[in-house]
């Protein structure tokens, strides 16, 4: 396979790439022999100017279970906290480890990084993308689903950096993509041009609306997300267009299929976005979200090393 050296976001990745990165990490989950000979006593670093819980251990822990090394820097541990430059400590970096891992706000700082770094970097969460959450939550529904081609896939709620990527996932794999957000709150055109150049290569399709209940009929998958994400101004304001007809409740799921999914990459926050019954209820697959992140952060891994 034609592997990525770099992973900023899914839109570069062909549909045989993401199905591929779900081949390696069932492997993975499932216990069959993988080589680890190239992540042995590789480091990998993880820089991460915003918080994490799930994305952080999955990264460590998957280096130390393939016999490798992680080590943790949040900003105020480096220099750039004091003005070095992105580019020097990328070069620094090069030197010393085989691989990062950057959690920023702006893209452009993980940009600058590949600009002048030697090793594969991987984008663990900007403003704008979520490259790894989308990869392995179509894991799960491949997993739960068999395949993406012609399901019915209904985001509610904010078009943000999950959204982006895990969009673009599901339509280069053939999904039949809905979302359901305030007018104010769509896809910016960036992503809509994007996604439209997927669709017309993937045949799969997306519609836009701003209700939750008629866009979520006959849905195979709903997903949402916070409706503040880390880093947003004016969250009150924010919270007062979304609730409470954006968050996904019992009646919400009533209109989707009787063996729809729920989806969630979590943190969450029960009785804002989603309604503890819909979260914590039978068809919710959050706990198989958060599992499958070790897995294909592992297929990253082992896929981007030399
Ligand atoms: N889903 C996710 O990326 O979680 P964390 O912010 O805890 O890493
Ligand atoms: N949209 C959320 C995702 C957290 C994993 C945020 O950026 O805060």
Same mark, same amino acid.
């Not at 999914?261 to 198989?288: K, T, Y």
């Given at each position: 396979?034609?592997?990525?050296?770099?992973?900023?976001?899914?839109?570069?990745?062909?549909? &045989?790439?993401?199905?591929?990165?779900?081949?390696?990490?069932?492997?993975?989950?499932?216990? $069959?022999?993988?080589?680890? &000979?190239?992540?042995?006593? $590789?480091?990998?670093?993880?820089?991460?100017?915003?918080?994490?819980?799930?994305?952080?251990?999955?990264?460590?822990?998957?280096?130390?279970?393939?016999?490798? %090394?992680? @080590?943790?820097?949040?900003?105020?541990?480096?220099?750039?906290?004091?003005?070095?430059?992105? $580019?020097?400590?990328?070069?620094?970096?090069?030197?010393?480890?085989?691989?990062v891992?950057?959690?920023?706000?702006?893209?452009?700082?993980?940009?600058?990084f590949?600009?002048?770094?030697?090793?594969p970097?991987?984008?663990?969460?900007?403003?704008?993308?979520?490259p790894?959450?989308?990869?392995?939550?179509?894991?799960?529904?491949?997993?739960?689903?068999?395949?993406?081609?012609?399901?019915?896939?209904?985001?509610?709620?904010?078009? %943000?950096?999950?959204l982006n990527?895990?969009?673009?996932?599901?339509?280069?794999?053939?999904?039949?993509?809905?979302?359901?957000?305030?007018?104010?709150?769509?896809?910016?055109?960036?992503?809509?041009?994007?996604?439209?150049? @997927?669709?017309?290569?993937?045949?799969?399709?997306l519609? @836009?609306?701003?209700?939750?209940?008629k866009?979520?009929?006959d849905?195979?998958?709903v997903?949402t997300?916070?409706?503040?994400?880390?880093?947003?101004?004016?969250?009150?304001?924010?919270?007062?267009?979304?609730?409470?007809?954006?968050?996904?409740?019992?009646?919400?799921?009533?209109?989707a299929?009787?063996?729809?999914?729920?989806?969630?990459?979590?943190?969450?926050?029960?009785g804002e976005?989603?309604?503890?019954?819909?979260?914590?209820?039978?068809?919710?697959?959050i706990?198989q979200?958060? %599992?499958?992140?070790?897995?294909?952060?592992?297929?990253?891994?082992?896929?981007?090393?030399?």
């Amino acid at each position: 396979m034609n592997m990525m050296k770099n992973l900023m976001t899914v839109s570069e990745l062909d549909a &045989k790439d993401i199905s591929e990165m779900v081949r390696i990490a069932r492997k993975f989950k499932n216990g $069959k022999d993988v080589s680890l &000979k190239k992540v042995k006593n $590789k480091t990998l670093a993880l820089i991460f100017q915003k918080p994490s819980t799930r994305t952080r251990l999955s990264f460590e822990i998957a280096m130390k279970q393939m016999g490798g %090394n992680s @080590i943790f820097l949040s900003e105020s541990d480096l220099q750039i906290s004091r003005g070095e430059l992105m $580019k020097d400590t990328a070069r620094t970096l090069s030197e010393y480890v085989d691989i990062v891992a950057m959690r920023t706000y702006h893209n452009s700082d993980i940009q600058e990084f590949i600009d002048n770094s030697s090793i594969p970097v991987i984008n663990a969460l900007s403003n704008t993308n979520h490259p790894c959450q989308a990869l392995s939550d179509i894991q799960t529904i491949i997993e739960e689903k068999k395949s993406l081609r012609n399901l019915k896939i209904t985001w509610i709620g904010d078009s %943000n950096n999950v959204l982006n990527d895990f969009l673009f996932a599901a339509l280069k794999l053939g999904a039949d993509f809905s979302i359901a957000c305030p007018s104010k709150y769509s896809p910016n055109k960036g992503i809509i041009e994007v996604a439209k150049k @997927i669709m017309k290569k993937n045949e799969s399709s997306l519609s @836009i609306s701003t209700d939750p209940m008629k866009a979520v009929i006959d849905s195979d998958v709903v997903v949402t997300d916070k409706i503040v994400s880390m880093g947003d101004k004016n969250k009150e304001v924010k919270k007062k267009v979304f609730l409470p007809k954006y968050r996904v409740t019992d009646k919400i799921m009533s209109k989707a299929k009787d063996d729809a999914i729920f989806m969630h990459c979590l943190p969450a926050v029960r009785g804002e976005e989603v309604s503890e019954s819909v979260i914590d209820g039978e068809n919710s697959v959050i706990w198989q979200q958060v %599992n499958n992140k070790l897995h294909m952060h592992k297929a990253l891994i082992w896929s981007m090393l030399k």
